[in-house]
């Protein structure tokens, strides 16, 4: 049987809702290297038989509560040390503040945003905690998320390898949560790798805090980054981990996928960013292996082709800010709302506003965020067009 044949076969498969293996994934990427038209206009039936023609995006503003890290990843500008101009410490006034500006802009999201337990490394970080009144940085999400609420924005917390304790406490005020699993492969960990000094970064590790937020019920968000150096057998198997996980708890609302942009100040500046054919190849692939998930990529990282990834299974831009900026990208500045609405409208799909939650995940969440959402909520679950234009 030649490849090609086979390449038909599997992608058959799909649209016919059988399973396909990791052997059939790895074929398809294979034909799809000398032509992905096949995989390309699969992921895009399969896009629309699940999404139809709507792109949802979330408004919202990023709350960089606190970027010092106890790990460091070969590709992270976020990142800051004591000193340095870019460190935030966020001071509850501060989370005020935004959060009544962010109010004012019609954000729905308030993204809380920090480095890997920062108080187990920096003095800093701990007296920072002390002067607002708390002992660990989950403490304050706790804090910094029930003010969000009382100012009528809906949390969603990724602050790392949160415990188990932890994500129960801020299931109470978060409508979803994000960790990244980045990539599944041990060997990013090792030296000269990516990963190698992220002990959060360990597959394990990520893997029990995605296993703890099903067991709790959390609609979680996490994803992949692409173009840091993996095989793609790597990649094939962090998606199959996802689905996995996704199969056995049901939880996981969304899977971002992030193509690598060098960053100048960071170990990795000299590495190539993710070549945009076999990151498209990767956002197919992941429709094939995931039908009805929710998939996005940031559009400020594709700034002159985002709008090309609709055609091939993208149904999500993500969270969009229209006053802060990407943190962890922010050579990358998001495009304007109006703009994206515009670029999307040619690509022949309508931009819809979401909650921080899909709403096939309400089911999830407690009575009391379900009311609030409820207020500013149209038929389909998605944010009233009056609400956010
Ligand atoms: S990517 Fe996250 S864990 Fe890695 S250094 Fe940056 S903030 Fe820390």
């Keep these: ?98 959060l009544q500006l962010a109010k004012k802009y019609r954000c729905v999201e308030a993204l809380f945003v920090t480095g890997e337990q920062p108080e187990q490394r920096y003095q800093e970080a701990r007296d920072w905690l002390k002067e607002n009144g708390f002992s660990t940085t989950a403490e304050y999400l706790i804090h910094a998320s029930e003010l969000a609420l009382e100012n009528g924005l809906f949390p969603h917390t990724n602050a790392g390898n949160l415990n188990f304790e932890e994500l129960r406490e801020l299931k109470k005020t978060n409508v979803s949560m994000g960790v990244m699993l980045e990539n599944i492969s041990e060997r990013l960990t090792q030296r000269d790798m990516p990963h190698y000094l992220a002990a959060s970064k360990r597959p394990k590790a990520r893997l029990e805090v995605l296993e703890n937020s099903g067991k709790l019920g959390i609609p979680m968000t996490t994803g992949i980054l692409v173009g840091i150096g993996e095989t793609i057998e790597e990649i094939i198997d962090s998606i199959l981990a996802i689905k996995q996980l996704h199969q056995k708890y049901g939880n996981i609302q969304e899977v971002i996928l992030q ?93 819809k506003c979401r909650f921080p939650v899909y709403p096939e995940f309400f089911s999830f969440i407690s009575k009391e965020l379900r009311d609030k959402i409820s207020i500013i909520e149209d038929k389909e679950g998605l944010v009233k067009e009056e609400y956010w234009r």
């Excluded at 500046?269 to 009805?292: C, G, H, Q």
């Excluded at 703009?339 to 931009?351: P, T």
């Design 1 to 98: 049987m030649n490849r090609l044949v086979l390449n038909s076969e599997s992608l058959n498969k799909v649209l016919e809702d059988k399973t396909i293996s990791r052997q059939d994934v790895i074929d398809i990427y294979q034909n799809a290297t000398k032509d992905p038209n096949e995989l390309f206009s699969t992921a895009q039936n399969l896009r629309e038989k699940f999404k139809k023609d709507t792109v949802t995006f979330s408004k919202k503003a990023f709350f960089n509560i606190v970027n010092l890290c106890k790990d460091t990843c070969s590709y992270c500008t976020y990142k800051a040390e004591p000193g340095e101009e870019k460190l935030s410490l966020m001071s509850k006034q501060q989370i005020s503040e935004l």
């Design 259 to 351: 193509n690598f942009q060098p960053k100048p100040d960071t170990k990795m500046k000299d590495s190539p960013s993710a070549d945009e054919n076999y990151f498209k190849t990767i956002v197919a692939l992941s429709r094939i292996i995931m039908p009805e998930m929710n998939i996005q990529i940031p559009p400020n990282l594709s700034p002159k082709s985002y709008q090309s990834f609709l055609s091939v299974g993208i149904n999500d831009w993500g969270g969009i800010s229209p006053l802060t900026p990407d943190f962890v990208n922010p050579e990358f500045a998001w495009p304007e709302i109006n703009k994206v609405d515009e670029n999307s409208k040619n690509a022949g799909f309508n931009l």
